[in-house]
């Protein structure tokens, strides 16, 4: 059944989930939010790539901050680029495209920070992306990109049965972490200290202690404050 407009959720959970579920859970159920020197470059990088809306480079159409959705899957958000690219042969799957003359194959190119490197988080969110044009313009996404901002280098993705097959996991337990309503304990591991939420989600003081011990402890230590 395909979920309603107002029970769509941001593809850009599916990456702070793939992170880690209670980063996830404290951006999009709590509405927590820390920005430290990553995140600001990232937020800086998407703006410059939002500046201009399309272009035309050769014989591909490029189209910026392109809205995207997905009923069957219940995602919204916003694709960095979608480029078109044309395609000649008619039994080659392609898509007409508003405005545009022709069959057209979507090509999304989701732009980050850093150099390569192996995030399956990216791939998720990219593919989520692939997902939501197949749905809005009915033809296969097969491929896409990541842009890494430092090394100024495209990384191909092929969108393949195991990342689909993840993606939509992904989707299910997305879903499922906001529909609970709350977030889950933390684990620390070497991500944490990468986190911009690090200081928010305090994960090493919480995981090595239970709830109720660091409540009694909190507690005690404002009672020797005193007034």
């Given at each position: ?15 702070h ?15 927590l ?26 014989n ?12 069957r899957?219940?995602l ?12 000649d ?14 069959r057209w ?58 990342l ?33 939420l ?10 090595s ?12 230590s ?6």
């Amino acid at each position: 059944m395909p979920f309603s407009e107002d029970d769509l959720l941001p593809i850009s959970a599916l990456q702070h989930l793939e992170y880690c579920p209670r980063r996830c859970a404290l951006i999009h159920i709590e509405g927590l939010w820390s920005e430290n020197a990553q995140t600001a470059e990232g937020r800086l990088l998407h703006q410059r790539v939002h500046a201009v809306a399309a272009e035309t480079i050769g014989n591909v159409r490029s189209v910026r901050g392109l809205r995207l959705a997905s009923r069957r899957l219940g995602l919204f958000g916003v694709a960095d680029v979608v480029e078109f690219h044309p395609v000649d042969d008619p039994a080659e799957p392609a898509a007409v495209v508003p405005g545009l003359a022709g069959r057209w194959r979507p090509y999304p190119v989701e732009y980050k920070r850093g150099r390569r490197k192996p995030e399956i988080s990216y791939l998720v969110q990219l593919c989520a992306q692939a997902l939501c044009l197949e749905e809005m313009l009915q033809t296969a996404v097969p491929a896409g990109a990541l842009y890494h901002g430092k090394s100024r280098r495209r990384q191909p993705v092929d969108f393949g049965a195991a990342l689909r097959a993840r993606t939509e996991e992904r989707v299910g337990q997305l879903h499922a972490l906001i529909a609970a309503g709350h977030p889950p304990p933390p684990r620390y591991g070497p991500k944490c200290k990468f986190c911009s939420l690090a200081e928010t989600c305090v994960p090493k003081l919480l995981a090595s202690r239970s709830a109720r011990g660091y409540l009694t402890q909190a507690i005690q230590s404002l009672l020797k404050e005193g007034p």
